[in-house]
């Protein structure tokens, strides 16, 4: 693949207008997806449908202009960067819509999934520090990861198959075995986490493929929605925000704090790429990031493509049912807890592969930069711009709010400079010292103001819902 990279770069390098002439392909799709609705629109007769084909074709003809507005404004470097992490949020938007619009799920964790995400990438992709290996950490590291995991195994055992012992005596020793384990694994754990503190740093990685990293990331997303879910599942919805976003804040802070697991604070860097990074004169910038930008262009496809005809599948109406009245759907014989499990895994997994495609791009992973407003608000609010329970305006509000987002600082900050300077020009008024930098903080309110404007004029998002009609 670097060898296909280097001759592209050679080819884009010996022609002044091929770099340029990419780059502005970028809002081809956008573009594409306007002319089918202007398609649609031939064909449709009926005036509602026809009223709404319009407004998705002009949608799209909008975005695909602020996406040439944005690549202009930034250059080109810049803008494929806006891309890459636009679709690195389409993603993670995907599994939120999933879970809350397909079945109303509230959850406030998702920096949570991400961040694990962005964990199983640097775990299973960073290369293998022999000097922890070579360790008597790591046996001992190994010794207490044993004893969780059968204790984990013992008691599911008396869950699964301990109904002879009585519900009070397998409670009480299923406690006994959580207990005994987890005393038994933190005896082992806390001399070892020392031990790799003050000798390797951490425990780096194994060194394969970034792709596998990915898959492992959603892996471990899924793993803890499972466990999060098992235990907060029949909470409703404001309960359940609730306790999801006590359980981000404590992943978040054991990845913050463990230091021999992720290096905490310190931070791990560079991460690897699924494609060639950029290599001086062999591979620029612009090809770098088209490479990586078309990797997650085809995840969202793969995502969108499955996500969609799960929809329209009977499953999808089932699932819709128990969001609309899950007492209905449950006096019909359907397992709603372990359907609205199953979502919320789902939904999690997918949330944690567009993290680890997050931090992958970025090259860093942080776990102090995971916040709150950053990657769990910001991604609610691409859901509710899109419109909850459509892939289509999941995708369309992801790149809209990024979009917003990203320039609206530094637009914020020309401006304020300006009357700045006209207001001394003009009235002799002096600024405030830090008048520019508090427009940074703009972009918080014209998010605000998105989410209003959207809320009132279009309460169900852009592209709201709209369940495959049945004939």
Known sequence: MRDLFIAVNAFFASSPFAAAILVSLIAIPALLLALFYFRKLRATQDPEDRKRLQIDAALFLGLAIVIELVLGYLGAAAGLGFIAIAACHALIALGLTMQWGYAGLFNAGVLG?????????????MPVKEEFWRSDAAPMLGGALAIAVGAGVLTWLLARFGDGLGR?????????????????????LAPASEAIEAGPGYIGGLGLPPLLGWLVGGLLAAAAAYGIG???????????????????EIIRAVLKNEDWLTRGTLTVS???????KQDGLLI??????????????????????ALTRAYKAPWGRMIRAIRDDEDAASAMGKDVDGRRLQIFVLGSAIMGVGGAALAGYSGTFDPTAYQPLNNTFIIWVMVIVGGAGNNIGAIFGAVLVYAIWSNSGALATALFEQIAAYGKLWFDWDAPRDFATRAIQMRVFLLGLVIVLVLRFAPRGLFPERPPRID
């Open 113 to 125: 999934f991400t961040s694990l995400g962005a964990f199983g990438l640097v775990f299973t992709s």
């Open 284 to 305: 620029s910038a612009e090809l770098a990031r088209i490479g990586y930008s078309i990797v997650i262009a085809l995840l969202i496809a793969l995502y969108y493509l």
């Open 270 to 276: 560079p991460l690897p790429w699924p494609t060639p």
């Open 168 to 188: 009070r005596a397998r409670g009480w020793a299923q406690a006994i075995v959580i207990i005994a384990g987890a005393v038994l694994s933190l005896q082992l």
């Open 230 to 248: 098992k235990a907060c599942l029949g909470l409703r919805s404001d309960y359940l925000a609730i306790a999801t976003l006590g359980a981000a």
